[in-house]
């Protein structure tokens, strides 16, 4: 893949105030694309920072994706800031609260949906319809994860949600693969990230080293792996592959 692969494209990163967000729009950014940053948390202001002090391009938008006025707004800002919307990494999620199902809170539920599914169709039918209204063409990347390819005990809301996106993936891919435009995912392992860490999952050796038994390699992935899995498939490398979750897991699915 070129290294300027996104020259002259604008790139939209949800949930890219850190970890795999963040990591992705600084690539796209070094690839050539003017981003636009966008999550619930402020510090998407310092990721712009860094990506301008780069010498790329970059615009901040608070956004919750769980509210589908915001999102139409966040398209449109995208637009108002950098004139169209080439490329989008659908990535803002939660870890969602972990219990066994029956014990689950309804509210539990519903948050983690939210964010985690309904945000993602908000993001899709709004970016899609801005790159239909620029005479079709651009790619999206949703990010999954292994758990919306298998189970896992204690996450029955997450493990839904990103089924439901890869569902989500497969069927616009077909909506809209005529009109130039190529929905796929990535679906990570576990990945060492802030919202890792926040769950309690990396808080001593004999936890850490527990996920990190969980992959064939033996150990976590890091953020740049997954972004440049991202940026692999919104470029013209990946110009024949449409509805297709690629797996970055480190060998966890393959066991």
């Not at 908000?122 to 999206?140: N, S, V």
């Not at 976590?220 to 024949?240: I, K, R, T, Y």
């Amino acid at each position: 893949m070129n290294q300027r692969s996104f020259e002259g494209k604008v790139a939209l990163v949800t949930g890219a105030s850190m970890g795999i967000g963040e990591a992705t729009a600084i690539a796209f950014a070094r690839a050539g694309a003017r981003v636009v940053v966008s999550d619930v948390d402020a510090r998407g202001e310092e990721v712009v920072a860094r990506i301008v002090r780069d010498g790329g391009a970059a615009h901040f938008v608070r956004a919750d994706v769980s509210k589908p006025a915001e999102v139409a707004a966040l398209v449109e800002a995208t637009v108002a800031a950098f004139g169209r919307l080439d490329v989008a990494f659908n990535n803002a999620g939660v870890g969602g609260e972990q219990a066994a199902t029956a014990d689950l809170s309804e509210e539990g539920w519903a948050k983690t949906i939210g964010v985690n599914l309904s945000g993602v169709f908000y993001c899709m039918k709004y970016e899609l319809a801005q790159m239909l209204r620029q005479g079709g063409g651009g790619a999206i990347v949703n990010n999954a994860s292994i758990l919306g390819t298998v189970g896992f005990a204690g996450a029955a809301a997450y493990v839904a949600a990103k089924h439901g996106v890869l569902g989500l993936t497969r069927t616009a891919a077909l909506e809209y693969a005529a009109q130039g435009v190529r929905v796929n995912a990535v679906c990570p392992g576990f990945i060492e990230t802030p919202m890792l860490t926040a769950a309690g999952l990396l808080d001593a050796p004999a936890a850490r080293a527990h996920i990190e038994g969980l992959h064939a390699m033996k150990r976590l992935g890091q953020p740049d792996e997954v972004a440049a899995a991202v940026l692999f498939l919104a470029s013209p490398a990946a110009s024949f592959i449409t509805g297709h979750p690629l797996l970055v897991d480190g060998g966890f699915v393959a066991q």
